[in-house]
């Protein structure tokens, strides 16, 4: 306990950050992917082409790669039209945006198959009813399909806790690089530093799965 307390507030600001990009990226992912599942389930050759040719490139790369794109390439492009532009650029806005952008493709892929698993028969009772595409999409489809999209959501969220470690490379300042930096310092007895980083992503990751099981119980319940 010696060796903890003394940094311990720095594993907890670097904790709070890993929750602040988390909290902020995640949601834009969840947007993202909607957008590209509804992209890539349109009749239209235009809309549907550049959603799955988006979603098989970020799953098919590593995603240090694209931060390395996003923070250097996409800033130095900023920089080459207007130099004040690149400080758009920063570990923050890099590490939300890959993290964003990222998991866009994979939660994608999470709604096409949660779509998917609603019967079609009842779209097509329901435009027989005379609803619109949007209606029958909103009032039938969607709210079959969030209870089965809640678990593999959440596992999501989970590795994005973990992936969020990827910021440290670029001087993002997150529980990971917090851990590395006193693991360096103290490479005789690092073992106590792996414990506390273990703990604290312990901490942040278990609520949201509880929470998680809660609302989908909730929610099949509703159906």
Do not use: H
């Not at 992917?33 to 098919?60: C, H, K, T």
């Not at 414990?195 to 609520?207: D, G």
């Amino acid at each position: 306990m010696d060796v903890i307390w003394p940094v311990l507030p720095s594993f907890l600001v670097g904790a709070r950050n890993t929750l602040l990009y988390c909290i902020v990226s995640f949601p834009l992912a969840l947007v993202l992917g909607l957008f590209l599942a509804l992209m890539d389930g349109s009749q239209y050759i235009w809309l549907r082409n550049p959603a799955r040719i988006f979603i098989e490139v970020v799953r098919g790369t590593p995603i240090v790669a694209q931060i390395f794109i996003v923070y250097y390439g996409l800033g130095a492009i900023l920089a080459s039209v207007n130099p004040a532009w690149a400080l758009w650029i920063n570990n923050w806005t890099a590490g939300i945006g890959t993290l964003a952008l990222n998991y866009a493709a994979y939660e994608a892929e999470i709604y096409r198959a949660g779509f998917l698993s609603v019967d079609k028969g009842q779209a097509e009772a329901a435009l027989s009813l005379g609803l619109t595409p949007a209606q029958d999409f909103f009032r039938i489809q969607l709210p079959q399909a969030i209870p089965l999209m809640i678990p593999p959501f959440v596992n999501d969220f989970i590795y994005l806790l973990k992936d969020s470690a990827i910021i440290s490379v670029i001087a993002g300042t997150e529980l990971t690089s917090v851990l590395n930096f006193y693991v360096r310092k103290n490479a005789s007895n690092p073992m106590p530093f792996f414990l506390l980083a273990i703990i604290l992503y312990l901490l942040m990751s278990l609520p949201v799965s509880y929470i998680a099981k809660r609302l989908e119980r909730r929610l099949r319940a509703a159906l």
